[in-house]
């Protein structure tokens, strides 16, 4: 039952038994109040009979008067208490859970994420116990992926930075030659911790919806076929066919085409690094709605239902047994997410399981 109808249906049930308390006390003390009252004046009605009949039938009233007055006081006062209890009944079952839930988000300010509340109404106080139970399992959540992230980023510093000082002492202790091959292997893990830094930077202005973006009307092959073009030695390399799946009169879209470019160019370095020689990857673009489909599909390694709906997620690796060098930071996608929705599109991954290849799409808003 809804809240607003079960104080509606306590508001009545009120005033239903604040009048059969009345009624009840008074069809109880009127007739008895009234019969002392007639006893009293039973004394002086051998007077009264001599008098004129208006003085009788005005001391009849006023005795009757005061039979009610008293009924009434004391009805009153019975109802009044009658109503307090079921009033403070109801108070109470309604207040009770707002009580629980500012003591639970007491104990979730003091970081007891844990902690949840449960009740099963069916009303809005129910769907308020859900809805919070919900923010704090959000914040549980959040919280850690926040250690995840410090210890993720941790490790990603600490590889390259351990290289380096293993190289350094190596050459001071004279293990390792000072050729241009040692400073080169040392260039490489720095360029790797300032790629690293870069990633780090643009993942934080993208999430703090700080990114410049130059949304402009622009053709699909502005974008699609410079990146493709630019990446087909890559994939030709490697023994993967790539093709491109482009319907006819395709519309124009609004976007920012260095960072559509940008996106398009994440996705496929994904597909490439993940699927195999003599693989195959694909490319379509389609109109859906008032969006233009852009997506990469992959004979690669595929995602079970878990990678799937943690792809997306800061630092997250399919296979955790790859290094940076080999499987990437784990914030491309996070980045390239971020990018899709602030030009005002969606991003989605869907996969029938590993091994069985992988499709990437995002969307973009027509002109």
């Not at 005033?15 to 109880?28: E, H, M, Q, R």
């Not at 399919?318 to 499987?327: I, P």
Request: glycine residues 8%; hydrophobic residues 40%; charged residues 20%.
């Amino acid at each position: 039952m809804k809240l607003s109808y079960k104080l509606f249906a306590s508001y009545l049930l009120v005033v239903v038994i604040g009048l059969i308390v009345l009624s009840i006390s008074t069809a109880f003390v009127a007739p008895v109040n009234f019969s002392q009252q007639m006893t009293h004046m039973g004394g002086n009605l051998a007077g009264m009979m001599g008098q004129h009949t208006l003085e009788l039938t005005a001391e009849l009233e006023a005795s009757f008067r005061n039979s009610l007055t008293n009924a009434l006081i004391i009805a009153g006062i019975a109802a009044t208490l009658a109503v307090g209890v079921v009033s403070w009944f109801v108070s109470n079952r309604i207040v009770y859970p707002i009580r629980a839930l500012v003591i639970l988000s007491q104990r979730i300010a003091g970081g007891h994420y844990e902690q949840r509340l449960h009740l099963d109404t069916g009303d809005e106080l129910a769907e308020l116990v859900e809805n919070f139970n919900r923010m704090a399992a959000a914040l549980a959540e959040t919280e850690v992926m926040r250690q995840r992230l410090l210890g993720d980023v941790t490790h990603e510093l600490k590889t390259p930075l351990t290289s380096i000082k293993g190289y350094m002492e190596g050459l001071q202790d004279g293990v390792l030659p000072a050729t241009p091959e040692t400073f080169q292997l040392i260039h490489n893990e720095a360029d790797r911790l300032q790629r690293l830094v870069q990633d780090l930077q643009e993942l934080s202005r993208t999430e703090a919806g700080q990114i410049h973006l130059e949304i402009t009307t622009c053709d699909l092959h502005q974008f699609v076929t410079p990146v493709i073009e630019r990446m087909r030695p890559q994939f030709r390399e490697k023994g993967i066919a790539l093709d491109t799946t482009v319907a006819d009169d395709l519309p124009l879209i609004r976007a920012d085409v260095d960072r559509a470019s940008q996106v398009l160019t994440n996705l496929l370095g994904n597909a490439l690094q993940y699927t195999p020689s003599q693989g195959h990857v694909n490319v379509d673009v389609a109109q859906i709605g008032h969006q233009l489909c852009f997506s990469v599909r992959d004979s690669g390694a595929g995602l079970d239902s878990n990678d799937l709906e943690r792809i997306f997620q800061r630092f997250y690796r399919v296979d955790k047994s790859r290094s940076r060098a080999s499987g990437g930071s784990g914030i491309g996608l996070t980045i390239a997410k971020q990018l899709v929705e602030a030009q005002g599109g969606t991003i989605h991954a869907k996969s029938e399981g590993v091994g069985k290849g992988s499709q990437f799409s995002f969307t973009l808003p027509l002109a």
